[in-house]
């Protein structure tokens, strides 16, 4: 989110972090300090430090009113973590955010909080006003029908128990309350659990459904819960359990638990290396074609104190081939009325600067930045630039030779080369027509826990291979594709220069935005950049700024992390699955990925069979990471992304569905932890301590190797899909019908007597996180129709292109029509 300054054409810069889109918007942009910030040690600070620096950069709450803020902040390009959660006064996410940055936000109205580690209080007294309002509506408003879309109670963190419940009122206003009771088990009075009201939960401005902030600890287990509103409506519907689905034990000798430490890209590559020298029968390491810029930087040096005497210069060679040699001095002459000159030696470049009769010196900041740039052997070296935009009218000072430097801290063992990414390929009968399933990891660099999960899976599946059933059987039926680091540049200087680096390392910016302090906000979003729904598409949640913490890139598919990908999922189109690892917030989701602004229109919906799949499938997935520690990832964290955290302009998981038609999922590990003392869930950061980190690794590599489950499933369907059309209601002069499956599977059919295909009308959901919608018709009608599971099997083998009549077909009676 730094931005490019403003040259307002008075010379006076103005370090405002607001994008030109918030100018459009009609912001106010703030004025910020417009000093370069000062050389600290000949090194100059960066705006943005670690978040372990004094004044450094902090995760910091915001909280939102609705989804609509939610949204605007990512316009901003404001580096949001992926994580929110619902609140009794709206939303909350979490922004790395500079001490500036933080101020510059609420400058704007922003409510931004507390460091993320602290304890925040959460409105605790919101129930109290909702009781003010509920009394406040009257008993003479119409009543309202009341839609149960989910309620479920589930264990985690040391077997607690938790509600949730999700349901949408036909009122759609603010001042409809909904509240719900609910009992302590079968036979126990219907209102002995417990008794809360329900937030409203509205998104792009329109009202979605209610449910709770997050889920409610309780003490038993609820068999059923009663929904009411102030408008009038009722509805009690069962409590179902979420998740704890019983899975089968490995086998007593199955191993696990082979990370003991946060490892770099370097160490994790030779790792995955290492495993396929030791398995070679099983395994082959796949070098990605596209080679990364490299962990690098071009060497730098800024001169001068105020914005108009401020320049900088760059090197031409990168610091690790020569441009940290190069060298840089402000010579003060004795005469008056010298020239201004440059001299090159080697690589030392010295500027002899200008005096006027008096013998004081002359030279403007522009004037050394033209002078350097037209001279021929010192713009070999180096290039000149003024201040971020500035028009370097200010006198320049004499400075001693100054050696420039890339600034880059890893130990010599981190190449300064471009990076070879590799893949591990794991599978017995690799390059057959085996489900392929991509496992990757570690998009943003700073989630430093993502790469453990990858490579906890890589050791899982080749250490238990011998010896595990299960295990055999993954790898005997898959072709598995492991990518346990996407970002490698980027996560080399998250370890060692800036721990909250997101982006890849790359530098797109202009000289207005590339000076030394600029260094820790520059690369490209590699999960914004790729060419579905992007930015460039005019979707949401990505920036053209290359300073954001979305930055999309200079065009879709710029960056060689991100061809790698395509690339790979090309080459072996075998690939069906594909997870998308992240942190933090503990999340299962699903495309569409992004949507438009305006009218929150998103990617194509995924349809509703392959939607009840998807939440099968996530039922077995999260069963599997709850195994370890009983964490449970939330109902209201799984779904299509747009639904449980906020649109992601151009990233992959869109990329793989939409154009390969790979399942694209996407997990965010480090699920909220319960504190019991004081009954609230705290986030857990994208750093937590290796103890934490080490337990979201084991936890999610569980829920990867659940992925593969699911996908051996899938690869040995052969089992046809049945279903029956359910008269739900009948009218006088109508009947409504819809159907069920007996397995999650689409439904095509016909009203008007014709042959049933792909192309007639689809079954879908009656709305967003709803049922299967019901179908009315006002005469007595003659329904053909057939399902079709996630893996192609048609019921009853019926061939939807060709010329069988077995297809289902039912009568459905309207009533006095003959
Ligand atoms: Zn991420």
């Not at 449980?644 to 996407?666: F, Q, T």
Request: hydrophobic share 35%; aromatic share 8%; proline share 6%.
């Amino acid at each position: 989110m730094r931005s490019s300054l403003n040259d307002r054409g008075s010379g006076r810069v103005v370090a405002a972090f607001v994008l030109p889109v918030v100018l459009a918007l009609g912001a106010t942009p703030v004025l910020a300090s417009p000093a370069p910030p000062a050389l600290s040690g000949g090194e100059v600070v960066p705006d943005r430090q670690p978040s372990t620096t004094q004044d450094g950069v902090a995760l910091l709450r915001v909280v939102v009113p609705d989804q609509a803020a939610v949204d605007r902040l990512n316009a901003l390009g404001v580096d949001l973590a992926e994580y929110r959660k619902a609140v009794d006064d709206g939303i909350e996410v979490h922004a790395v955010l500079s001490p500036q940055e933080a101020r510059e936000l609420r400058g704007q109205g922003f409510d931004v909080r507390d460091a993320v580690p602290g304890q925040a209080a959460f409105a605790a007294n919101q129930a109290e006003r909702r009781t003010a309002m509920s009394a406040a509506v009257t008993a003479a408003q119409q009543n309202d029908t009341l839609t149960p879309l989910r309620a479920e109670w589930f264990t985690s963190t040391d077997d607690r128990r938790f509600l949730s419940v999700e349901v949408k009122s036909s009122a759609t206003d603010a001042e409809t309350v909904l509240t719900a009771t609910w009992d302590s088990g079968r036979g126990t009075p219907p209102d002995s659990g417990g008794t809360a009201t329900l937030s409203r939960f509205t998104d792009a401005g329109q009202y979605m459904y209610h449910r709770f902030d997050y889920p409610l600890p309780v003490t038993q287990a609820p068999s059923r819960v009663t929904i009411k509103s102030s408008r009038g409506g009722s509805v009690t519907v069962p409590v179902t359990k979420w998740l704890g689905e019983r899975r089968t034990p490995p086998g007593g000798h199955y191993v696990s638990d082979f990370v003991d430490h946060y490892m770099d890209p370097t160490e994790v590559t030779g790792r995955i290396t290492a495993l396929a020298a030791e398995f070679p029968r099983i395994t082959q390491i796949i070098d990605l074609p596209y080679k990364t810029n490299g962990y690098r930087r071009a060497a730098q040096a800024q001169f001068g104190t105020g914005a108009a005497s401020t320049f900088y210069v760059t090197s031409t060679a990168y610091g690790s081939q020569g441009g940290n040699d190069v060298s840089l001095a402000l010579t003060r002459p004795e005469a008056a009325s010298s020239p201004l000159t440059v001299t090159v030696t080697g690589k030392d470049v010295v500027v002899g600067l200008a005096t006027d009769a008096s013998g004081a010196i002359s030279s403007t900041a522009r004037q050394v930045v033209d002078a350097l740039n037209a001279n021929t052997a010192a713009s070999a070296l180096l290039t000149a630039a003024t201040y971020r935009g500035d028009q370097g009218g200010g006198l320049v000072a004499a400075a001693p030779a100054t050696r420039l430097t890339d600034g880059l801290k890893a130990p010599r063992s981190v190449s300064r080369e471009p990076f070879q990414m590799k893949a591990l390929r794991v599978g017995t009968k690799r390059g057959g027509p085996k489900v392929g399933v991509f496992l990757y990891c570690q998009e943003h660099a700073r989630e430093w826990v993502t790469p453990l999960v990858c490579v906890e899976t890589a050791e899982r599946l080749l250490r238990n291979y011998a010896h595990d059933p299960r295990t055999r059987r993954i790898v005997d039926d898959l072709d598995i594709f492991i990518l346990p680091t996407s970002n490698p540049d980027g996560a080399h200087y998250s370890f060692y220069d800036y721990n909250m680096q997101r982006k890849n390392m790359t530098n797109h910016c202009p000289a207005k935005a590339a000076d030394p302090a600029s260094r820790n906000s520059w690369g490209v979003d590699l999960n914004r950049n790729f060419s579905v729904g992007s930015m460039f598409d005019g979707y949401l949640g990505a920036s053209s700024d290359c300073t954001s913490g979305v930055f999309a890139g200079p065009s879709e598919l710029s960056e060689p992390e991100d061809r790698n990908q395509v690339w790979l999922t090309r080459k072996y189109p075998n690939i069906k699955f594909a997870m998308n690892t992240h942190s933090y917030g503990g999340y299962f989701m699903w495309p569409p990925g992004s949507y438009k602004e305006a009218g929150r229109e998103t990617l194509p919906r995924i349809d509703l069979g392959t939607e009840n799949y998807f939440w099968e499938s996530s039922r077995h997935i999260l069963s599997a990471v709850q195994e370890r520690r009983g964490t449970a990832i939330w109902p209201g964290r799984t779904g299509p992304v747009p639904d449980v955290l906020y649109s992601a302009a151009g990233n992959s998981a869109d990329e793989h569905w939409y154009n390969r038609g790979i399942i694209g999922w996407d997990f965010e590990v480090g699920a909220d932890l319960y504190d019991p003392a004081t009954k609230r869930f705290q986030p857990v950061g994208f750093q937590p301590p290796f103890a934490e980190g080490h337990e979201e690794a084991m936890e999610f590599s569980s829920g990867q190797i659940a992925i593969l489950e699911v996908a051996r499933a899938y690869s040995g369907d052969r089992r046809r899909p049945g279903s029956e059309l359910e008269v739900t209601g009948r009218t006088g002069t109508s009947a409504t019908f819809t159907f069920t499956t007996d397995e999650p599977a689409n439904v095509y059919y016909t009203l008007d007597g014709s042959r049933p295909t792909l192309n007639s009308p689809k079954l879908v959901a009656a709305g967003t996180r709803e049922g299967a919608q019901r179908i009315t018709v006002d005469r007595t009608t003659e329904v053909h129709w057939f399902s079709v599971d996630i893996a192609g099997n048609v019921e009853r083998g019926y061939r939807p292109g060709g010329p069988g009549a077995n297809y289902r077909r039912q009568r459905v009676e309207v009533r006095g029509d003959r």
